[in-house]
């Protein structure tokens, strides 16, 4: 048993026992900058994809059954489709102006505290992962490793020459054929003190979900688009930092994403030339004047960071797989899942956290539950150990509130049926509120609140400590799709990581399983007319 076993269960008990150093408080006035910075790097403007056509976030949200390719689907990633997504994604495309009951509220207005939105939820909207773009002789630019800089919506080209060969010896022998094939890479990296700052030890956790909201995000974009990229999750990692100039206890690499590139076929030399991998001299500007270490954050990148070559076989992720729910019980059924035509840019562009606007006078339908819930369900995070990410790894359940015809009370989703199954009956309300941390949601107030529950420790067994970013990042990847969901139906939603875990297995009566509750995600309608500001500027 790893070090990350230890660390799943401190995450899962920190309700109840805090993690270390319990006596933390942030140093906002010296906080990092919410992105890297290369001030004597040139950037080049990237398309920003305006006159791509349409594609709905039904298909990328309910892509099961597989329909195959459709007419009009590219055949593979182009640079005005890979710009349009990397801005779709992290790119900043508008100014956060509404009235809402986050913590943050007063300092909005000000320019120093502006809040910007990107597609993808970022953990206390802080977003450290950054984004390399391993480009070869295939691609549209000149060979090299690329930053994509998320202010401007540029590449920095930090290194020029073709690297692509020594990525793929890095992702090792066993990578999927599409890794091997390509010689186009976005590579994930995550700078952990720009998220460690708030959260300390807890943080390691925090970025592990938010590897999976952007993943998730680019696979339900380019799946709208009948493109399918998938991350791999296990490689030699201390090489990677070798060629991105970065130190791993400072900025861990967490996935490297194939691109399957249009063009007839790949240049790439398939080995790397004999010598020394080159490296990237550049070094990003850190605004904070003190960077702080903590141990358990640097405990759990040496066990996931370790023993990259020990690659799980294809199928092991299945022996952690979502149990299915009991037959029997008090059912509901609830209609068919459908989404609106709504295209998968406007979906992305209208998500944002409902901090304290949901509105039980108007009450969510049982449509709409029904599409959210089988869009999550459907969710999953494709890796070494799962490369088409058939097995389903993450367990739903529903606290309703507000919803037409459905008594309140909470449930367990049977995807197969598209049934609720009852677990407790009566309103929720109270202990929503009451084992959560914050008073930024109006828990009652909402519809509904969707928990996601991921068997951590057993995918920790199946695939080891490395594991741990998947089973995190799978929480995330079912909260991007979550919001994006509710975008899509017009919907408020939210997103929270601080509750009492405990309290919930206590709720669900999980208490003689393995399923870890790692999100409340409260979804319903918002307040009619609220104060907000035009702040669109993409």
Same mark, same amino acid.
């Given at each position: 048993?790893?070090?990350?076993?230890?660390?799943?269960?401190?995450?899962?008990?920190?309700?109840?026992?805090?993690?270390?150093?319990?006596?933390?408080?942030?140093?906002?006035?010296?906080?990092?900058?919410?992105?890297?910075?290369?001030?004597?790097?040139?950037? =080049?403007?990237?398309?920003?994809?305006?006159?791509?056509?349409?594609?709905?976030?039904?298909?990328?949200?309910?892509?099961?059954?597989?329909?195959?390719? !459709?007419?009009?689907?590219?055949?593979?990633?182009?640079?005005?489709?890979?710009?349009?997504?990397?801005?779709?994604?992290?790119?900043?495309?508008?100014? @956060?102006?509404?009235?809402?009951?986050?913590?943050?509220?007063?300092?909005?207005?000000?320019?120093?505290?502006?809040?910007? *939105? !990107?597609?993808?939820?970022?953990?206390?909207?802080?977003?450290?992962?950054?984004?390399?773009?391993? *480009?070869?002789?295939?691609?549209?630019?000149?060979?090299?490793?690329?930053?994509? %800089?998320? $202010?401007?919506?540029?590449? $920095?080209?930090?290194?020029?020459?073709?690297?692509?060969?020594?990525?793929?010896?890095?992702?090792?022998?066993?990578?999927?054929?599409?890794?091997?094939?390509?010689?186009? =890479?976005?590579?994930?990296?995550?700078?952990?003190?720009?998220?460690?700052?708030?959260?300390?030890? +807890? *943080?390691?956790?925090?970025?592990?979900?938010?590897?999976?909201? #952007?993943?998730?995000?680019?696979?339900?974009?380019?799946? /709208?688009?009948?493109?399918?990229?998938?991350?791999? #999750?296990? +490689?030699?990692?201390?090489?990677?930092?070798?060629?991105?100039?970065?130190?791993?206890?400072?900025?861990?690499?967490?996935?490297?994403?194939?691109? !399957?590139? %249009?063009?007839?076929?790949?240049?790439?030399?398939?080995?790397?030339? /004999?010598?020394?991998?080159?490296?990237?001299?550049?070094?990003? *500007?850190?605004?904070?004047?003190?960077?702080?270490?903590?141990?358990?954050?640097?405990?759990?990148?040496?066990?996931?960071?370790?023993?990259?070559?020990?690659?799980?076989?294809?199928?092991?992720?299945?022996?952690?797989?979502?149990?299915?729910?009991?037959?029997?019980?008090?059912?509901?059924?609830?209609?068919?899942?459908? +989404?609106?035509?709504?295209?998968?840019?406007?979906?992305?562009?209208?998500?944002?956290?409902?901090?304290?606007?949901?509105?039980?006078?108007?009450?969510?339908?049982?449509?709409?539950?029904?599409?959210?819930? &089988?869009?999550?369900?459907?969710?999953?995070?494709?890796?070494?150990?799962?490369?088409?990410?058939?097995?389903?790894?993450? @367990?739903?359940?529903? +606290?309703?509130?507000?919803?037409?015809?459905?008594?309140?009370?909470?449930?367990?989703?049977?995807?197969?049926?598209?049934?609720?199954?009852?677990?407790?009956?009566?309103? $929720?309300?109270?202990?929503? $509120?009451?084992? =959560?941390?914050?008073?930024?949601?109006?828990?009652?107030?909402?519809?509904?609140?969707?928990?996601?529950?991921? @068997?951590?420790?057993?995918?920790?067994?199946?695939?080891?400590?490395?594991?741990?970013?998947?089973? /995190?990042?799978?929480?995330?990847?079912?909260?991007?799709?979550?919001?994006?969901?509710?975008?899509?139906?017009?919907?408020?939603?939210?997103?929270?990581?601080?509750?009492?875990?405990?309290?919930?297995?206590?709720?669900?009566?999980?208490?003689?399983?393995?399923? &870890?509750? #790692?999100?409340?995600?409260?979804?319903?309608?918002? @307040?009619?007319?609220?104060?907000?500001?035009?702040?669109?500027? /993409?």
């Amino acid at each position: 048993m790893g070090y990350a076993h230890e660390y799943a269960d401190a995450v899962l008990h920190r309700g109840r026992v805090p993690m270390e150093p319990t006596d933390f408080v942030p140093d906002w006035p010296d906080g990092p900058r919410r992105g890297k910075f290369y001030p004597d790097v040139e950037p =080049y403007a990237l398309p920003d994809g305006d006159g791509l056509p349409d594609a709905p976030a039904a298909r990328g949200l309910l892509p099961a059954p597989r329909d195959g390719a !459709r007419p009009g689907d590219p055949a593979g990633f182009t640079l005005p489709l890979l710009a349009a997504m990397l801005k779709d994604s992290y790119g900043l495309t508008g100014r @956060r102006l509404g009235i809402q009951a986050n913590s943050d509220l007063s300092g909005l207005p000000l320019h120093t505290h502006a809040n910007w *939105s !990107r597609g993808t939820a970022g953990g206390g909207g802080l977003y450290p992962v950054s984004i390399y773009w391993a *480009s070869g002789p295939s691609g549209p630019l000149t060979p090299g490793i690329h930053y994509y %800089d998320v $202010q401007r919506h540029a590449v $920095q080209r930090l290194l020029t020459g073709d690297v692509t060969a020594r990525v793929r010896e890095a992702l090792g022998p066993g990578a999927p054929e599409e890794a091997r094939q390509t010689d186009q =890479y976005l590579i994930l990296g995550v700078k952990y003190w720009q998220n460690a700052f708030k959260y300390n030890s +807890f *943080s390691y956790h925090v970025v592990s979900t938010d590897l999976g909201t #952007l993943v998730q995000t680019w696979r339900i974009w380019a799946g /709208a688009r009948g493109l399918a990229p998938a991350p791999v #999750l296990w +490689f030699d990692e201390p090489r990677l930092n070798g060629l991105l100039g970065t130190s791993g206890e400072e900025e861990g690499v967490f996935a490297v994403v194939p691109l !399957r590139w %249009d063009t007839p076929k790949a240049t790439a030399a398939p080995t790397a030339p /004999a010598g020394p991998d080159p490296t990237v001299r550049h070094r990003d *500007s850190e605004r904070s004047r003190t960077v702080l270490e903590f141990p358990t954050l640097l405990a759990m990148h040496a066990a996931t960071a370790q023993d990259p070559a020990n690659r799980p076989a294809p199928g092991a992720l299945a022996a952690a797989a979502a149990p299915p729910t009991p037959a029997g019980g008090t059912r509901t059924a609830l209609p068919a899942p459908e +989404f609106p035509a709504v295209p998968v840019r406007r979906a992305l562009r209208g998500r944002r956290s409902s901090f304290g606007r949901f509105d039980a006078a108007r009450p969510v339908t049982p449509a709409q539950l029904s599409a959210v819930l &089988a869009a999550c369900a459907g969710t999953s995070l494709p890796s070494d150990a799962d490369p088409d990410g058939a097995v389903r790894q993450a @367990r739903m359940y529903a +606290f309703v509130n507000h919803v037409e015809s459905v008594a309140p009370g909470a449930y367990a989703y049977d995807p197969e049926a598209e049934e609720l199954r009852l677990v407790e009956a009566g309103p $929720q309300g109270a202990f929503l $509120q009451n084992t =959560y941390f914050l008073a930024n949601y109006n828990l009652e107030q909402a519809g509904a609140v969707l928990v996601p529950t991921v @068997r951590t420790t057993a995918v920790l067994d199946a695939v080891g400590d490395r594991g741990y970013r998947l089973a /995190a990042g799978t929480a995330g990847a079912v909260a991007q799709t979550f919001y994006v969901a509710a975008a899509a139906l017009g919907l408020g939603a939210g997103v929270a990581l601080g509750f009492d875990n405990i309290s919930f297995i206590e709720k669900l009566g999980l208490g003689d399983g393995d399923e &870890a509750p #790692l999100l409340i995600m409260p979804l319903g309608n918002e @307040r009619p007319r609220p104060a907000d500001f035009r702040h669109e500027i /993409a």
